[in-house]
């Protein structure tokens, strides 16, 4: 049901009122500050592209150098081994150098990945340059969220931030798209090399267009003192709300000391938002998220599907994801963070347990499984996928954001190498039923998390959330 008021068009789902009003969401700040907000979230179409390139190349290329099991399982987790690296070090040129200089340094490492890769004459080759642009992504998963974080205005931060994710899922629908026509049109055993390549057209344009964006002004206040270049950067996101905000990090600044001390994430006051952001990475992978993105083609496979049907599916799930994360985007700072998570948790509990089901008991055709697991895709979009990296990006005090975003990006990576790799073993032997039955049962611990432990924190600005995590 929906109808106008004050606050714009109102819309009632489930209960919950939703108010979509252009003349806030819009129109109150400066047309700059989404531009540069889009801009660093292409660090999220390139992260979403790379993961999710390998699920179309990655039996060519088992085949091309006809690798074993361990070895297959190594050239899909090679990538993902260098995302730790990534994230772990990510707030090293984030906080030395700036959120600029830093996604400049990510585009580089993009661009040098996709075009080495594709032209890699031996195994070990491909594996280094797959790990390179690993630590691309896991760079990209801690300073661009933060980045646009910091440039955000609290009412419309979640749906700045959110365009990250909505990037990410961009860029895995189009390697699915990507995947699927190269596979046809080159039918021959060097396919997989196109598909890596094409990568290197959108990071020379993330390349090119990072040139046009400011620094961070929380950055350029916490970590270099330049007050009035900061000022001038709020003043163009918007002149009514400088004052205040400025007065808002310069009071942080003044809580924090000076300018060069180094604060340690591990301090016993930073304890809870440690938690939150672990634990909320954790429960992103243990949904299987990644494991079915990189393995799609071949579970469906095991469903029954013929390999071209199996290519094809991949490029439905990527469209579920797309839409659904649309729908979280404009969602998450009108609902709310925790909300969304509570709603998808529940909806990734059903749609795990009925594919786990399915396989077990051979209940269900094939595309029977096709419909639970994009059930599954919508439903994570909706909650997980579209939260985590705002979530994250939110929780940390200014002086150490870039270490809190490493420490989430971090763990959210290195569950994610272990899933991938020990994946295909799981499937092998122990089935999926058991497997998908494992990620049922985390979903179940994830909605405990969500309705005794997780805060929330829309409307709020970086430092009133602050404030609420250091108390």
């Known amino acids: 049901m929906s109808h106008t008021t004050a606050d714009g068009i109102c819309l009632t789902i489930a209960g919950i009122k939703v108010c979509l009003n252009p003349s806030i969401d819009f129109m109150q700040y400066s047309k700059k500050v989404y531009l540069w907000a889009v801009t660093g979230a292409l660090g999220g179409f390139l992260f979403g592209f790379d993961t999710a390139v390998i699920s179309g190349a990655e039996q060519a290329i088992q085949h091309y150098w006809a690798l074993n099991v361990f070895q297959q399982g190594l050239t899909v987790a090679s990538a993902l081994l260098g995302t730790i690296l990534g994230a772990a070090f990510g707030s090293v040129p984030a906080d030395k150098m700036g959120r600029k200089p830093a996604l400049i340094l990510i585009a580089l490492l993009f661009l040098v990945s996709s075009i080495c890769t594709a032209f890699s004459m031996s195994w070990l080759v491909f594996l280094i340059f797959r790990f390179i642009g690993g630590s691309a992504v896991g760079s990209s998963s801690v300073i661009a969220p933060i980045y646009i974080s910091e440039i955000s205005p609290a009412k419309i931060r979640g749906k700045l931030v959110g365009m990250f994710q909505f990037?990410?899922?961009?860029?895995?629908?189009?390697?699915?798209v990507s995947n699927y026509f190269i596979g046809n049109y080159f039918a021959d055993q060097h396919a997989w090399r196109f598909m890596m390549g094409v990568q290197a057209i959108p990071s020379v344009i993330f390349l090119v267009l990072l040139a046009f964006i400011p620094e961070s002004p929380r950055w350029l206040i916490i970590k270099k003192g330049l007050v009035d270049k900061a000022r001038n950067i709020l003043t163009l996101i918007n002149p009514a709300e400088m004052p205040t905000v400025l007065q808002a990090i310069q009071a942080d600044t003044a809580r924090i000391g000076r300018v060069s001390e180094k604060h340690s994430i591990w301090r016993r006051k930073y304890r809870f938002a440690v938690m939150l952001a672990m634990l909320i990475a954790f429960f992103n992978q243990f949904s299987g998220i990644n494991a079915i993105l990189y393995y799609a083609p071949r579970i469906f496979e095991m469903a029954g599907l013929r390999k071209n049907n199996a290519l094809l599916s991949t490029i439905g799930i990527g469209m579920v994801i797309f839409i659904f994360t649309v729908v979280a985007v404009g969602l998450i700072d009108k609902v709310g963070r925790r909300k969304l998570m509570f709603i998808g948790t529940l909806g990734l509990i059903v749609s795990l347990g009925m594919i786990s089901l399915s396989?077990?008991?051979?209940?269900?055709?094939?595309?029977?499984?096709?419909?639970?697991?994009?059930?599954?895709?919508?439903?994570?979009?909706?909650?997980q996928g579209t939260v985590i990296w705002v979530f994250i990006s939110e929780i940390f005090p200014n002086e150490v954001r870039a270490q809190g975003q490493s420490v989430g990006s971090c763990t959210h990576w290195s569950m994610d190498a272990l899933i991938a790799f020990l994946?295909?073993?799981?499937?092998?032997?122990?089935?999926?039923?058991?497997?998908?039955?494992?990620?049922?049962?985390?979903?179940?611990?994830?909605?405990?998390?969500?309705?005794?432990?997780?805060?929330?924190?829309?409307?709020?600005s970086l430092e009133e959330i602050e404030s609420y995590i250091l108390k």
């Open 167 to 176: 990037n990410v899922v961009l860029g895995i629908l189009l390697a699915y």
């Open 359 to 383: 396989f077990f008991t051979h209940s269900a055709d094939n595309w029977t499984i096709v419909l639970y697991m994009l059930v599954f895709m919508a439903f994570f979009a909706l909650s």
């Open 423 to 460: 994946f295909p073993f799981f499937l092998i032997k122990v089935g999926a039923g058991a497997t998908f039955l494992f990620f049922t049962i985390m979903m179940v611990c994830q909605l405990i998390f969500v309705i005794k432990i997780m805060p929330e924190t829309r409307g709020k």
